[in-house]
């Protein structure tokens, strides 16, 4: 019997290999086989066995070709861990945002309360005891409250503090979505094929995502929750952040 076996080996810590065997034989056994390999493996063992169960070796491979690479395993988790910075980004801005719209809000609803009751103010009184001045005048508080109405009014028109606040909302909402898919692809048992064709849906919808920005301090201060919970690997040294 001749035979000849080529080794497909690997130097993983499963130690996991294939091999192809092409022989012709006749009924006897010789001393040795020929075994063509990977040099630096020095020897090898062969289990002999007449009756092998190969459900085992199969689910094996099964596992290593569908199985999470180390490489894409740190890609994946390097998206999350981006997506999930600018999660938290954009609900802080949110935040921000919405805090200002009240803010600017309530005083200027105050201020127009106090001017509207003004006009029921005893004015004449004050003018009669204290003189004509300045500071006795229903005109010159009625012109100064004004101009601050004005001010936040106009500030709410063109800013639009509310409808920033929705949109970063909105956006903060849609980067969750995007980082519970990349949890299910990591947590799940897909094959290859499929795992990456739910990546590259994942990538284009990440992609699509309107690119509104964040100021640095709120984006500074979502990298920061999200590598207090220690949850990612290290940056990619070769991937920058990007502030969007």
Do not use: C
Not at 153 to 164: D, S
């Amino acid at each position: 019997m001749q035979a000849i076996t080529i080794s497909l080996g690997t130097l993983s810590e499963d130690g996991l290999s294939a091999s192809i065997f092409s022989f012709t034989a006749k009924d006897g056994n010789v001393p040795k086989s020929f075994v063509v390999g990977p040099s630096e493996i020095e020897n090898s063992k062969i289990n002999r066995k007449t009756q092998i169960d190969p459900t085992y070796l199969l689910e094996k491979l099964d596992s290593k070709i569908n199985n999470l690479g180390a490489s894409q395993r740190l890609m994946i988790l390097d998206w999350m861990r981006k997506v999930h910075q600018l999660e938290y980004a954009h609900r802080y801005e949110s935040i921000k945002w919405s805090n200002r719209h009240l803010w600017i809000g309530y005083p200027a609803f105050i201020i127009s309360l106090l001017i509207a009751f003004s006009f029921r103010f005893p004015w004449d009184t004050i003018t009669h005891d204290f003189g004509i001045h300045w500071y006795t005048n229903h005109g010159f508080y009625i012109a100064f409250l004004t101009s601050f109405v004005a001010l936040f009014t106009g500030y709410q028109t063109f800013v639009r503090p509310n409808e920033k606040a929705v949109v970063h909302k909105n956006t903060g909402q849609h980067h969750e979505k995007v980082r519970h898919q990349l949890e299910y692809i990591l947590t799940s048992e897909l094959d290859k094929k499929t795992r990456n064709k739910k990546l590259e849906l994942i990538r284009k919808e990440w992609e699509s995502i309107d690119s509104i920005n964040v100021s640095y301090k709120k984006f500074k201060e979502g990298k920061d929750m999200v590598k207090s919970f220690k949850k990612y690997p290290e940056e990619l040294g070769f991937i920058k952040d990007r502030i969007k």
